[in-house]
C-alpha cells in the first residue's frame, strides 16, 4: 500500500476514509478543487465530485464505467455457472432416482429371486440350480440375453453338463450368435455323440451358411438318435423333399409318432401328399387290424417277424427305439449289405456305439406290413437267448399299437391318416 493510503495492487482503489489520508494536492480533473482520494486504477488523485466508490475501492469517471461492467459481469457469469451446477446436480439426482426405480420395477416380480440368486451365483458359479433358477427368472422377467450370459458363464467356467448345455446351445441359436453356437456345437458332439441337440444345432447352422452337403448327415443323425426333435425333424424334411419326398414323409411321421408338433393336422397332410407323389411304400394289414401273440421273458416281449419276405426273426418289440434295430450276426446271415451304410451313433444300453443305416425291402408282423423300413446294423449289439434285433419305431409309428398283457397279444391297427 503507497503512503496515501491507497492499494498499490491493480484494479484496487483507496481503502482508506478520506478523513483519515493526508491530502496530496488538487483534483486531476478539477485543478481547482482539493483531492479527498485517488483512483485505483490511474492513480489521479480526485475531488469529492469525481471520486467514485465501488466494493470498497475509488475510480476516477473514466475508470467507473468498465469496472462497473466488469463486475457486473463477473457477477453474471459467477451466478450463471452456480446456477448451472445446481442443474447438473438436480439432474444427476433425478437419474439416479429413475435409475433406481427403473431398477426395483424392471423384473417385476422377480425381482427379489434375480437379486437373491445373483448373489448366490457370484458366490458358486458352477452351482447349476441357482444359475439354471436365475435363468428361468429372467427369462420369465423377459431378459432372454441375460439369462444367455448366467448360463453361458456355467458352459464356459465349469464342468460338462449336459443340460446346460443344450440349454445355452438353443438361446444361441436364438440370439443368432453363429460362431458360439458353432464353436459349443462342436464341442457338445464330441462330449455328447448320443445326445440330439448338437447333431441338430450344427446341422442348422450348416444349413443357415448354404453348406446342404454337411447339414444332412447332421440332421439324419438328430432324427435318429430323437425323432420327436422338432426343428430337426422339419429342418430335415424342408431340406430333402425335392429329391427324396418318401424319406421327408418317413421323417414327418417319426416327428409326429414321438412328439405333438405344432401344425400337426398339415404335417400329417403334408406327409401324405409326398406319399402319394413319390408313390411311397406304406403300411397295410389284410382284414384291416392285426392280433400278433408275443412271448414273455423276463419284462420284455419277443416276437416273430419277416424281412424282405424270406427272412424270419425273432425281435423284442420295443416301443422306446428310435428305429428297427439288428444284430450284426442276423445281417450277416440275412444277406444285409450293411457294412457299406452310413455310419452313426446310437445310444444303446451298454452307451454309445456305431451302427450302419440299411433300409429293408419290407418288414412283416403277422398280418402287418411295412414297405421301405429305415433299420440299422449295431455291431456292438447282442442277446444271449438269440434275439436278432429291436422292433423299434421306424415299423411301429405306422401302426397305433395295444397290448394286451393278460392274453400276451399286440393289436395292430394303421395310423388314421
Known amino acids: 500500500m503507497s503512503d496515501d493510503g491507497s492499494s498499490d495492487a491493480p484494479g484496487l482503489g483507496s481503502t482508506v476514509p478520506a478523513a483519515q489520508r493526508t491530502r496530496t494536492g488538487n483534483c486531476g480533473v478539477h485543478p481547482d478543487r482539493e483531492a479527498v482520494d485517488i483512483c485505483g486504477r490511474c492513480r489521479r488523485e480526485l475531488c469529492l465530485t469525481c471520486a467514485q466508490w465501488l466494493a470498497g475501492a475509488t475510480y476516477c469517471p473514466d475508470h467507473f464505467g468498465p469496472e462497473y461492467r466488469r463486475r457486473s459481469r463477473n457477477r453474471w457469469l459467477v451466478g450463471v455457472g452456480g446456477l448451472l451446477i445446481v442443474a447438473a446436480v438436480v439432474s444427476v439426482v433425478i437419474r439416479a432416482d429413475q435409475q433406481r426405480r427403473a431398477e426395483e420395477g424392471r423384473y417385476g416380480t422377480h425381482r427379489a429371486e434375480i437379486e437373491r440368486l445373483r448373489v448366490a451365483v457370484?458366490?458358486?458359479?458352477?452351482?447349476?440350480?441357482n444359475?439354471?433358477?436365475?435363468a428361468d427368472h429372467l427369462s420369465a422377467a423377459g431378459f432372454e440375453d441375460e439369462a444367455l450370459a448366467a448360463l453361458s458363464r456355467v458352459v464356459?467356467?465349469?464342468?460338462?453338463?449336459?443340460?446346460?448345455?443344450?440349454?445355452?446351445?438353443?438361446?444361441?441359436?436364438?440370439?443368432?450368435?453363429?460362431?458360439?453356437?458353432?464353436?459349443?456345437?462342436?464341442?457338445?458332439?464330441?462330449?455328447?455323440?448320443?445326445a440330439a441337440v448338437g447333431y441338430a444345432v450344427r446341422g442348422a447352422l450348416a444349413l443357415e451358411a448354404g453348406d446342404t452337403a454337411r447339414a444332412r448327415?447332421?440332421?439324419?443323425?438328430?432324427?435318429?438318435?430323437?425323432?420327436?426333435?422338432?426343428?430337426?425333424?422339419?429342418?430335415?424334411?424342408?431340406?430333402?423333399?425335392?429329391?427324396?419326398?418318401c424319406r421327408a414323409a418317413d421323417v414327418l411321421d417319426d416327428l409326429l409318432g414321438f412328439a405333438s408338433p405344432e401344425g400337426g393336422p398339415e404335417l400329417r397332410v403334408r406327409a401324405d401328399r409326398l406319399r402319394e407323389r413319390g408313390r411311397c411304400p406304406r403300411e397295410r394289414i389284410e382284414g384291416g387290424s392285426a392280433v400278433v401273440p408275443f412271448v414273455r421273458d423276463d419284462d420284455?416281449?419277443?416276437?416273430?417277424v419277416l424281412l424282405n419276405d424270406m427272412?424270419?426273426?425273432?425281435?423284442?418289440?420295443?416301443?422306446?427305439?428310435?428305429?428297427?434295430?439288428?444284430?450284426?450276426e442276423f445281417a450277416e446271415r440275412a444277406g444285409l449289405d450293411w457294412r457299406n451304410g452310413e455310419p452313426y451313433y446310437v445310444g444303446t444300453a451298454g452307451g454309445v456305439t456305431t451302427a450302419r443305416r440299411v433300409k429293408l425291402d419290407s418288414l412283416m408282423l403277422g398280418p402287418a406290413r411295412v414297405d421301405g423300413v429305415q433299420a440299422s446294423v449295431v455291431s456292438a449289439m447282442n442277446f444271449d437267448d438269440g434275439t436278432d434285433g429291436l422292433l423299434g419305431n421306424s415299423?411301429?409309428?405306422h401302426f397305433e399299437i395295444m397290448v394286451n398283457a393278460e392274453s400276451r397279444t399286440v393289436t395292430l391297427t394303421p395310423r388314421q391318416r
Open 122 to 129: 457370484e458366490k458358486d458359479v458352477c452351482n447349476r440350480p
Open 131 to 134: 444359475a439354471t433358477a436365475l
Open 156 to 194: 464356459e467356467r465349469c464342468p460338462p453338463d449336459r443340460q446346460t448345455t443344450e440349454r445355452v446351445l438353443e438361446l444361441y441359436r436364438k440370439a443368432g450368435d453363429r460362431p458360439k453356437a458353432r464353436v459349443l456345437a462342436e464341442r457338445y458332439v464330441k462330449d455328447h455323440p448320443e
Open 217 to 245: 448327415p447332421d440332421l439324419e443323425q438328430a432324427v435318429t438318435l430323437n425323432p420327436g426333435h422338432e426343428g430337426a425333424a422339419l429342418a430335415l424334411a424342408d431340406l430333402i423333399e425335392p429329391a427324396d419326398g
Open 300 to 304: 420284455v416281449m419277443i416276437v416273430d
Open 311 to 328: 427272412v424270419k426273426a425273432k425281435m423284442i418289440l420295443d416301443t422306446g427305439a428310435s428305429s428297427v434295430a439288428l444284430t450284426a
Open 395 to 397: 415299423f411301429l409309428s
